[in-house]
């Protein structure tokens, strides 16, 4: 199989987790795999590798969240007139939401959800009919076959192919070379602005054995010095987290090591001896998903947060010594101007060192979603357009606040969170301590710039 990430840069870059875990099922089934990132390749460079490692494969598969699909959609109708004989498989979260919309024009079939089995029974040269959680055209309709039940022995899945992305360019702050993890999969909250469609609401975790050793293999085939576990709730569960950081620290990797959770962990989650432990075992900096500043827009998202507790807990963190990213969202369905602002005079009231305000993005497969009347503009822009978390571009039209006022609003919030004498202050000694200026100085200093006078990173 010829694996494509298609095109989509942000202010930072990771390696394609979700296509790393299928290329290792394909090799267990002793299938060759390639892998072409189109992100570190210019427009002729790209086709002339897809030109050459084609030939090899008769089955390309294509990645996409609804950042991708634009490049997606552009590569695959590409792909379709000059290689008509070769199969195209879609998975991600957009094919698994938006199937209907791909085939069969621009995919032969579509995994839905998880795709480790799906892809173990392609390797072994299944066809679509006979693999759960596919949807494929066949006899002049799509079909869609009942999906398979999610994987709960996660320790089954062998490590990602990290071989395939072993020149390791991916831009991000941090020490390098750093690689991307998860450890868990499956979330019980029931947030309307988050999709359950890949991973569903069972909480499913990997061995503390099995992640450590992942952890061991990295640094010693890779020199990995930086771990970024991207788990939806890493800290939901204080005992297993202790039990991770037990065998961190039993087998001496936090001298080697540094961790990083840039996903969201909940704010009502706190547990003394976890975030010690987590401290002790090399964890620095962590992302803290508050969303809101205005209780009434939190409880409508279903986040079950009660926002009285988010400055005790993130004075907490922040006394443990962690780096503090805030996450917020701006331009819900259901916010006012006045809402909107009391996140603003929120997020700048809270303890933390880096502050995110993104633009709203309705996702298909999401209660938001169907919640917005322009869903024939949004499945246009995302098919045609680059779309940017960071950006402060319009994604539908909010009933209450134009898109360039909340563009207006969103720079304020910037302002407000970064242009304090003593934040700016505690950004720099904790960076000094945890070796920061060093590694990641320069992305701080220019997407402060950007985000202060531009509203989005650059």
Known sequence: MLLIVPRFRLWLSFPPLGALYVASQFRRRGRTVSLIDANFLSETEFWKRVDNEIEAHDTVGITANISHASSAIEIASQIRKKYPDRRII??????????SRLVPDVADAVVIGEGEKQASLLAEGRKFSDVPGMAYFDDGKI???????????????????WDLVKENRYDFPGRKPAFSMLTQRGCPFKCINCSTFMHGNMFRSRSPDNIVEEMEFLIKDYRCREIHIWDDNFTLQPERV??????????GLEKKLRFV???????????DEMFTMMRKAGFYLMAVAV???????????????????????LRKLDEKGFRIALFFMMGLPFESRDSIMKTVNFASSLPGHHSHFFMVTPMPGTKLYEMVAEKRNLEMKYENETINYEDGSDRFSSPDVPADELNRIRRLAY????????RLWDIFR????DGGLFYDFHFLVKNIFNMVCRGHRS
């Open 90 to 99: 879609w998975g991600g979260p957009y094919p698994s939401a938006e199937y």
């Open 242 to 251: 202790k039990k991770i950081c037990e065998s961190i620290l039993k087998r």
């Open 415 to 422: 302002r407000r969170f970064y242009l304090n004498p003593k």
């Open 291 to 313: 969303e809101s500043g205005d209780q009434k827009v939190v409880d409508k998202l279903g986040k079950g947060l009660d926002l009285g507790k988010v400055p005790e807990f």
């Open 430 to 433: 904790t960076m000094l301590r």
């Open 261 to 271: 959770l840039p996903n969201g962990i909940r704010a009502d989650i706190y547990d």
């Open 143 to 161: 079909k869609v076959n009942e999906r398979a039940n999610f994987i709960q022995n996660l320790d089954e899945i062998p490590f990602p192919a």
